[in-house]
C-alpha cells in the first residue's frame, strides 16, 4: 500500500485505536491521526500492517492540544530587574 497524507487507514493489528488519517510520511515513517485521538507513528516496516479505510469511519476528536488543561503558574512570574548604568 502506498501511503499519502489525507489517506484514511486501518492498523490490522491494533483495532482498538480506530480508522486513521495519515497526516504525514517519510521514507522512514508515516505519522497517523487515529480515531482514539492520538498520533502514532508508524515506522515503515509495518506499512503492510496498514490496510485502506473508509474516510467516513474516521472520527477527529477535538485535538489533543485543546483535551490538555491549560498549565497555570503557581507563583506568578517576576519582571526582570533593569541594568542601571
Known amino acids: 500500500m502506498i501511503l499519502k497524507a489525507g489517506n484514511f487507514v486501518?492498523?490490522?493489528?491494533?483495532?482498538?485505536?480506530?480508522?486513521?488519517?495519515?497526516?504525514?510520511?517519510?521514507?522512514?515513517?508515516?505519522?497517523?491521526?487515529?480515531s482514539d485521538g492520538i498520533c502514532r507513528k508508524i515506522a515503515a516496516s509495518h506499512f503492510h500492517i496498514l490496510q485502506p479505510a473508509d474516510a467516513a469511519a474516521f472520527s477527529a476528536l477535538a485535538g489533543i492540544e485543546q483535551l490538555k488543561p491549560e498549565k497555570k503558574r503557581s507563583v506568578p512570574r517576576t519582571p526582570k530587574?533593569?541594568?542601571s548604568d
Open 10 to 34: 486501518n492498523h490490522t493489528v491494533a483495532l482498538a485505536w480506530g480508522t486513521g488519517k495519515v497526516v504525514a510520511v517519510t521514507p522512514t515513517m508515516a505519522t497517523i491521526e487515529f
Open 81 to 83: 530587574k533593569k541594568k
